[in-house]
């Protein structure tokens, strides 16, 4: 019972602890000339973001007409499980009231689309069947998007690289965002 006490009360502490998350912070050179070419970097910075939102929202259409695919070939099939669960919802009805039509006689047996016995008639529960999940297309997309495209294009490596180079500095800093002291 101790050792629980004292495994329960860690995982609460440890639950409880600060945490941190790293934040680079850019120091501008003091000469005129770092300056400009940091603000070089910087225009490199904006037109290589500029390329990449163009490039990422040609994926992104290109994401679309693949999660239209996908969707329009999951609806399909989610039609035609939609049409077996009601089948199987009639079966479970009819089972239902036939278990506790022989229950009350002391049977409890159901009727099967599928032959155990010569006669369709077991033994088995009765189990409600599930119904199918409708596809979302906004879903889809999502996860087309996520899988095709690339938010990142590597332009914050690129201007860091560019603004050291210049004489800047970057420094790493630790800064508490969650459950702070």
Same mark, same amino acid.
């Given at each position: 019972?101790? +050792?629980?006490?004292?495994?329960?009360?860690?995982?609460?502490?440890?639950?409880? &602890?600060?945490?941190?998350?790293?934040?680079?912070?850019?120091?501008?050179?003091?000469?005129?000339?770092?300056?400009?070419?940091? &603000? =070089?970097?910087?225009?490199?910075?904006?037109?290589?973001?500029?390329?990449? $939102?163009?490039?990422?929202?040609?994926?992104?259409?290109?994401?679309?007409?693949?999660?239209?695919? %996908?969707?329009?070939? =999951?609806? !399909?099939?989610?039609?035609?499980?939609?049409?077996? /669960?009601?089948?199987?919802? !009639?079966?479970?009805?009819?089972?239902?009231?036939?278990? +506790?039509?022989?229950?009350?006689?002391?049977?409890?047996? !159901?009727?099967? /689309? +599928?032959? %155990?016995?010569?006669?369709? /008639?077991?033994?088995?529960?009765?189990? !409600?069947?599930?119904?199918?999940?409708?596809? &979302?297309?906004?879903?889809?997309?999502? =996860?087309?998007?996520? $899988?095709?495209?690339?938010?990142?294009?590597?332009?914050?490596?690129?201007?860091?690289?560019?603004?050291?180079?210049?004489?800047?500095?970057?420094?790493?800093?630790?800064?508490?965002? $969650?459950?702070?002291?």
């Amino acid at each position: 019972m101790q +050792y629980i006490l004292i495994i329960f009360c860690s995982l609460f502490f440890l639950g409880c &602890s600060p945490k941190y998350k790293s934040i680079n912070e850019h120091v501008l050179p003091s000469s005129t000339q770092g300056k400009e070419c940091i &603000s =070089k970097c910087q225009k490199q910075y904006g037109s290589c973001k500029e390329i990449c $939102e163009a490039n990422l929202e040609i994926c992104k259409t290109k994401a679309i007409k693949v999660a239209k695919k %996908r969707y329009d070939e =999951k609806k !399909r099939e989610y039609v035609a499980r939609l049409e077996r /669960y009601v089948d199987e919802m !009639r079966m479970y009805d009819f089972n239902m009231n036939l278990y +506790y039509f022989d229950g009350f006689f002391g049977y409890g047996y !159901r009727w099967s /689309y +599928y032959p %155990r016995s010569f006669l369709w /008639y077991d033994s088995y529960p009765v189990i !409600r069947p599930y119904r199918p999940i409708k596809p &979302s297309l906004s879903l889809e997309v999502e =996860k087309a998007t996520k $899988e095709i495209c690339d938010a990142n294009c590597g332009c914050s490596q690129t201007y860091d690289k560019c603004f050291v180079g210049c004489g800047g500095i970057i420094s790493t800093k630790e800064v508490c965002v $969650e459950n702070c002291p």
